[in-house]
């Protein structure tokens, strides 16, 4: 292999490590979340976008070379030459299997490149739905606990309204009556916003969790097509060799 293509099969190698890694299932979205955060990679991200689209444009020159290397030796007719050389057939066959070799390599490394690169926004809008997810039943569950709290105050100021109208047939002081029906109302009122809360919490909540499960479908489609492609790749090499 000549260096080009060394460098290429290099890097679609460390393409194959970086995705294994990515995939490995004992490492969490958030985690990878939080190693993405680190200030190495702010620093590069301002050349992130120059790199990924430079990459993206050397590979498909590179694969273009090595499509027209696979269609100049497939079309070529080599059986007169055959006659006069023996060992020409042999060599233009193994020009053959090269350009096909470099195609392979040209072609998983573009195509591994663009799905590394989906797989890292994938973890990270996956990270930031459980975060949300979390955050939203944190609310839902402190909104339920003050709704219930307010149930109770509610009733326990009812019930004090009901015991004062009807103790031994007195009437109750008229200021302490009201006082008594203020704090049921703001208690209503408070117990009405709660629940409004409690509902649109749940609302979030159902739709980050569909959001979620949506992204680890993604997720593991995009695993699935890597192993696929894998596999290919190693069939391809066996062929070559």
Excluded at 17 to 32: D, E, K, M
Excluded at 146 to 152: R, V
Excluded at 194 to 219: G, N, P
Aim: hydrophobic share 40%.
């Amino acid at each position: 292999m000549t260096l080009q293509w060394t460098a290429v099969a290099s890097f679609l190698y460390v393409e194959i490590g970086v995705l294994v890694i990515l995939c490995l299932p004992f490492i969490s979205a958030q985690r990878w979340q939080s190693i993405f955060k680190w200030s190495i990679w702010n620093r590069l991200s301002q050349f992130w976008n120059k790199g990924f689209l430079t990459m993206i444009i050397i590979l498909i020159v590179l694969f273009l070379d090595a499509l027209r290397e696979v269609r100049k030796y497939s079309n070529a007719d080599q059986s007169k030459d055959a006659k006069l050389q023996p060992n020409m057939f042999d060599h233009m066959h193994m020009k053959l299997f090269r350009a096909q070799r470099n195609l392979y390599i040209s072609g998983f490394s573009l195509f591994l490149w663009l799905v590394m690169r989906r797989v890292i926004t994938l973890i990270n809008q996956l990270a930031t739905a459980v975060s949300t997810s979390i955050a939203l039943q944190t609310q839902a569950d402190s909104a339920n606990k003050a709704a219930k709290k307010y149930m109770e105050d509610n009733e326990m100021l009812k019930q004090a309204l009901t015991d004062g109208k009807g103790e031994g047939g007195k009437t109750q002081d008229p200021e302490v009556n009201k006082a008594l029906k203020r704090d049921v109302q703001r208690l209503t009122e408070e117990l009405k916003s709660s629940t409004d809360a409690l509902k649109k919490s749940h609302s979030d909540l159902d739709a980050m969790k569909k959001q979620s499960e949506s992204l680890t479908k993604e997720y593991d489609r995009l695993l699935q097509e890597h192993q696929q492609l894998q596999n290919q790749l190693d069939s391809g090499d066996k062929k070559v060799n």
